[in-house]
């Protein structure tokens, strides 16, 4: 996936100005910027959501708008920062629900699906909620169960807003531990936002910054990721510590 002097506004706000970047299999992106930066607005975009304000976007050999509905949706998974459980669904149900775009010739779930279903809810340690309504689930159950959904897509691509809202410390982990061997092993290709710079150095190969502005800066985490790149970013002065083989991000003290 690329995109071409890819332009996004939002009302007369410009966001990102002309961004030239491409996403390789096996790297995990994280989108890093203040609130309304256009973080949200850019995977929205990738994902076929929205049209871009200027530019284009390439999935394969071809324009985002060429590919078919059916088609785009098994090239790329999207996972959206907020959700609304209007139906009771079971976990297991709203899971197979993304199998959707390969059941184009059949009327029900095949076996395939359901194990591609049940394998997602293990990897995301709700497999024991299958049966349960999702209106009934707490907020990191449910966030955990539209990932596994997202996974039971079976894409080369993940676009996920701030995959890691909702959950416990032990199940963030668990998630990044996830997406990074997914990346390593299955040469899938991550593009995640999120709002915790030490989750997401402690997984990703590159990452995007949104200045909001139209300012944008893309490259690998150990050229993008520093301390006063990021508190221009961010708005705010980022110091950085060491702590064995990690490095760690944390506010500066105000200074009174």
């Not at 079971?90 to 029900?108: C, G, K, M, N």
């Not at 676009?159 to 668990?174: G, R, T």
């Not at 998630?175 to 997401?200: F, G, I, P, T, Y």
């Amino acid at each position: 996936m690329r995109t071409l002097d890819l332009t996004l506004r939002i009302g007369d706000r410009l966001l990102v100005r002309e961004l030239n970047w491409r996403v390789e299999a096996g790297q995990c992106w994280c989108v890093i910027g203040r609130n309304g930066a256009g973080k949200s607005t850019l995977l929205r975009t990738l994902a076929g959501l929205r049209d871009p304000d200027g530019g284009a976007i390439r999935v394969g050999e071809r324009l985002l708008h060429d590919w078919h509905a059916p088609e785009l949706a098994r090239q790329r998974a999207y996972l959206p920062q907020g959700r609304k459980d209007a139906f009771g669904y079971r976990a297991i149900e709203t899971v197979l629900a993304a199998r959707h775009p390969y059941q184009s010739d059949q009327y029900w779930d095949a076996a395939a699906d359901i194990q591609k279903a049940r394998v997602a809810l293990l990897a995301l340690d709700v497999a024991h909620l299958a049966e349960r309504d999702v209106r009934t689930l707490s907020g990191g159950e449910r966030q955990r169960v539209a990932i596994a959904a997202a996974l039971a897509q079976d894409t080369p691509w993940l676009l996920l807003d701030e995959p890691a809202s909702a959950l416990d410390l032990a199940h963030q982990v668990s998630v990044m531990e996830l997406l990074a061997r997914l990346c390593r092993k299955q040469e899938k290709a991550v593009v995640m936002v999120s709002h915790d710079l030490n989750l997401a150095h402690s997984i990703s190969s590159h990452a995007l910054l949104l200045m909001g502005d139209g300012r944008w800066m893309a490259g690998p985490v150990g050229e993008v990721m520093q301390a006063q790149i990021l508190s221009d970013c961010l708005g705010y002065p980022i110091e950085t510590v060491r702590h064995g083989n990690r490095t760690l991000y944390i506010p500066a003290e105000a200074r009174r």
